[in-house]
């Protein structure tokens, strides 16, 4: 069973940036397309973005222009890049990889605020 493992969550003032790493624990071309989704509390966990094995990624409305998703295939690695933070963006941020299965990391918490 492949693991992934998310990683580069913190607290950051309103504006600021972080980026969030998320690696497998087996080649990431096992998966058709890998994701970051998001969950705040009370809320249901709702995509971010998502990268397809060919072909550019795709965001939601709410990250555009602000939030950049890459992927090393060498190093079995996902990143996203959050740069123009807000607090709205506070949630629990979970890698997701999708095999036919989906396989889902443990998630790491971001927290915008002053």
């Known amino acids: 069973q492949v693991q992934l493992v998310e990683s580069g969550g913190g607290l950051v003032q309103p504006g600021g940036s972080l980026r969030l790493s998320c690696a497998s624990s087996?080649?990431?071309?096992?998966?058709?397309?890998m994701a970051w989704y998001r969950q705040a509390p009370g809320q249901s966990r709702d995509l971010v973005a998502r990268i397809f094995k060919i072909g550019g990624p795709y965001y939601a409305e709410s990250v555009k222009g602000r939030f950049t998703m890459s992927r090393d295939n060498a190093k079995n690695t996902v990143y996203l890049q959050m740069n123009s933070l807000k607090p709205e963006d506070t949630a629990i941020y979970y890698c997701?990889?999708?095999?036919?299965?989906?396989?889902w990391g443990q998630g790491t918490q971001v927290t915008v605020s002053a």
């Open positions: 087996g080649s990431i071309f096992a998966f058709s397309s």
């Open positions: 997701n990889g999708d095999s036919g299965l989906a396989v």
